[in-house]
């Protein structure tokens, strides 16, 4: 009475891998009731292996961690480390790995093992993959998050001989902070004064070796400036550290053109706070850098991605887990197509917003694989409302194609920062939406134009409908002339 009891399936919680049965078998489908151990030496797949980045037997650093050999019923596969979750590879079926900094763990051995659930809803279980981190700073416990009315803290084990220096430096590369310390321990304080009006920081320690953080500014609402104009939104650690250079282009254009801009990253990005955003009159432009896609199994609904802390497996601990923000869902409109899984109800509905009729969003550039394949999230953010219709000034931008990292995708992911960066830095210089994109055509450096424009290199809108030409990114809306303004 307790197999397949519980009150979803396996694979949308972390006892993904572990196991009810004493004999060891990995629980499938729904969950069955009762506590759930991993069984380590459990295995029986020998065909799906992990692949890492870098000598297994001296890993330092961030690595990436993909799969190989799975076959092609392969529906989704995760990624366990000493019997605990690590993450799933998401993309798996396009190479896309996932990322680990092992200086946040003990240096020495580790097991990576990989479990994956095909459309039957089979679990197979990888071989371990047995590995040593090998780093001068490990064990590192850092917050993703820095503000400026509390000290930011920095923890963990130092490997090597004499001194290590840590500082911060801002989104311009100046330095703001530095210390010199000494010994086995890492037990740095930063005043939050340091940080003052900055979003974005990087902070580094360095000695025989060296780490390295992404931290950005906590978003709080009562910070949030009353007349703000843009919103960054970056949900997706992994895009970020890859789309760094675009994503602070974006930053210095809105401070070149005297535009107030807010950030809000990782766990940040919130139903609750993407809707207090969203709804204020004053923000204009929006510039959302993370993963998407154009379909849950086959039913067609772009959606991106956001945070939500707490869900039905983990009433106590409250950790936060991925969940989707949808063009449109049955929240708002009963009688749209199902959507699997249940994510009618557990996703985010931007149609709720009521941004589809509204004059309000001016530009939005959803930086993400596919966002721009169909119209329905460019109708979500008001592209096609009554009031575009009138004044012809909102336009939505987003990508055809897929754009992603990993074996044959790294070139095009390089080369589309690349293209990206080149259009904020031109909107930064006062540039229109339309002479910012036909800027990259031009004067993109080598394999810029073909990768944000198609085969033939060059801007096509305007000579068709926009899912019917070679383009790359695709323009929905009339607002091309737009330009970044602070009236």
């Known amino acids: 009475m307790f197999i397949n009891a519980g009150l979803g399936y396996i694979d949308e919680t972390p006892l993904i891998g572990m196991t009810t049965d004493i004999n060891g078998t990995p629980d499938s489908n729904f969950v069955d009731l009762g506590f759930h151990h991993p069984n380590w030496n459990y295995s029986n797949e020998p065909n799906i292996i992990p692949t890492i980045s870098g000598d297994p037997n001296n890993l330092t650093g961030t690595i990436s961690i993909g799969v190989s050999g799975y076959g092609i019923t392969t529906e989704r596969v995760f990624v366990l480390m000493d019997g605990e979750y690590i993450g799933e590879l998401e993309y798996f079926d396009s190479n896309m790995p996932i990322l680990l900094e092992t200086d946040n763990y003990r240096n020495g051995g580790h097991s990576i093992k990989l479990v994956a659930i095909d459309i039957n809803g089979l679990v197979t279980v990888s071989d371990a993959l047995e590995t040593d981190f090998n780093n001068t700073f490990f064990n590192i416990i850092a917050l993703d998050y820095f503000h400026p009315t509390a000290d930011y803290k920095i923890l963990g084990f130092h490997n090597g001989a004499g001194s290590f220096e840590a500082k911060v430096t801002n989104m311009a590369g100046q330095v703001i902070w530095s210390n010199t310390y000494n010994g086995l321990h890492v037990n740095i304080v930063i005043p939050g004064s340091t940080f003052g009006n900055e979003q974005f920081c990087e902070l580094s320690i360095t000695g025989s070796g060296a780490t390295k953080r992404d931290i950005t500014k906590e978003f709080r609402p009562e910070d949030c400036p009353a007349g703000v104009k843009m919103v960054i939104v970056l949900p997706n650690e992994d895009i970020f550290k890859r789309r760094k250079a675009a994503v602070f282009a974006c930053a210095t254009a809105c401070d070149s053109r005297d535009v107030s801009w807010v950030s809000i990253c990782c766990h940040d990005v919130t139903e609750e706070n993407l809707t207090f955003l969203y709804n204020k009159s004053s923000v204009r432009y929006i510039y959302w850098c993370g993963h998407a896609n154009d379909n849950v199994k086959g039913v067609y609904r772009t959606h991106t991605e956001c945070w939500r802390k707490g869900a039905w497996w983990d009433i106590f601990s409250k950790k936060w887990h991925k969940i989707k923000v949808f063009s449109y869902t049955r929240q708002a409109v009963p009688d749209a197509e199902p959507l699997p899984d249940g994510w009618d109800d557990l996703g985010f509905d ?8 509204s004059g309000d969003k001016k530009i939005v550039f959803i930086d993400s694989c596919l966002s721009a394949a169909f119209r329905d999230m460019a109708f979500a953010y008001g592209m096609f409302s009554d009031w575009n219709a009138g004044t012809h000034d909102q336009v939505y931008i987003g990508w055809k194609i897929e754009y992603r990292v990993g074996p044959g995708w790294t070139e095009l992911f390089l ?19 339309y002479d910012a994109l036909y800027y990259t055509s031009v004067y993109g450096e080598a394999g810029v134009p073909e990768a944000l424009w198609g085969l033939n290199a060059m801007l096509d809108i305007g000579q068709g409908k926009p899912d019917e030409i070679d383009d790359n990114i695709i323009v929905w809306g009339e607002g091309l002339t737009n330009r970044l303004t602070n009236p």
């Open 350 to 357: 931007l149609w709720k917003l009521g941004m589809k009729n």
């Open 415 to 433: 080369v589309t920062t690349k293209g990206v960066r080149m259009f904020w830095e031109r909107m930064g210089q006062g540039d229109s939406v």
